[in-house]
């Protein structure tokens, strides 16, 4: 008789601590929602940055549109992509570190 008084407390408790395991750590629980909310943030700071390269992208494509056609824009697109320069054009090469595995050295 005395084992049967304890009998529904005890699945109480059971029940409980399971439910309250699973609003901890469950798929759905507190931690998952804390990920959610970091990587929620990571991925506020990448849009933000993809908002950026957008509209430099659309500035671009709009001096190139062909009622406000920029020259200067064109020509620096066309050299750039076609790797050209003007003969009197002064070009800048930036000199690169010596390859410490160059042909010169003895292996």
Known sequence: MRFRAFIFPLLALGAGGYFGYHLQNGDHGLTAR??????????????????????????????????????????????AILNLAHPGDLVMMKRRPPDPTGPLVKR
């Open 34 to 79: 804390a990920d959610l909310q970091r990587r929620a943030a990571v991925l506020e700071g990448e849009l933000e940055g993809l908002r950026e390269v957008r509209l430099r992208i659309e500035r671009d494509v709009a001096l190139l549109e062909p009622d406000s056609l920029d020259p200067d824009m064109l020509d620096e697109r066309a050299r």
